[in-house]
């Protein structure tokens, strides 16, 4: 079993539409979380921490559940340059452990 | 304003051959990581090092060797290249495990 583990999707969405991705880790220890955004072909990029309280950065959500172990990204109102791979990361002891990714298709 | 630099972008090997994977960066970070990314298997850790002269393995250390004699500078060498190394390396650097993670653009390498 994957330590993180994501639907790798793809979420073919309207523009406007609003997403949401879940994200499910196995390791209880795993002391923070993050969201990277991935374009196609580019690098990863870090597009949000998550907190334990949930957090929000504009049209982004991010929401942890320790006592189910998942993580999820809420995205409204969906923008066609939101399209790109979401890359779930749990940090544990000296390393960040990444999910597959789920893949967004934002259409027009 | 460099950030993380991985040189090559590209690069075919054939089976058997040596190389080095080159990363820099100009932040003063500490901890510095390799992962390959393959389809469906998503961004694996190689090595990863927590401060210069510090290096240990991830997930996938087999084939690969790293050294850290710098701050700046990781480079990744593949032993003796085989077609299962076939993938895109990204190099990455933060202050910290837990802090933001700045990577490099990816070599693409191709082993036949």
């Known amino acids: ?108 | 304003n460099a950030g993380v630099t991985q040189t090559p972008k590209f690069q075919v090997l054939k089976t058997g051959q040596s190389m080095t994977l080159q990363c820099a960066q100009d932040m003063n970070h500490e901890y510095m990581s390799w992962y390959r990314q393959d389809p469906g298997m998503g961004l694996r850790l190689i090595h990863y090092s927590v401060g210069a002269g510090i290096t240990d393995q991830g997930e996938v250390p087999n084939g690969y060797n790293v050294s850290r004699s710098t701050t700046e500078d990781f480079p990744l060498r593949l032993l003796s290249a085989a077609p299962s190394q076939t993938s895109v390396y990204f190099c990455a650097s933060s202050y910290g495990v837990g802090a933001e993670a700045f990577f490099g653009q990816g070599t693409r390498l191709t082993v036949v």
Do not use: H
């Open chain 1, 1 to 108: 079993r994957k330590e993180v583990e994501q639907d790798p999707g793809p979420f073919n969405v309207p523009e406007g539409a609003t997403v949401a991705f879940n994200c499910t880790y196995s390791n209880s220890a795993s002391q923070s979380f993050f969201w990277y955004r991935q374009d196609c072909r580019k690098e990863p990029k870090l597009l949000m921490s998550v907190y334990s309280s949930g957090n929000e950065d504009g049209r982004f959500t991010a929401q942890l559940n320790r006592a189910s172990q998942y993580i999820s990204l809420l995205i409204r109102d969906s923008k066609l340059s939101d399209s790109a791979t979401y890359l779930c990361v749990a940090r544990a002891t000296n390393k960040l452990i990444f999910g597959t990714g789920t893949l967004l298709a934002v259409q027009p």
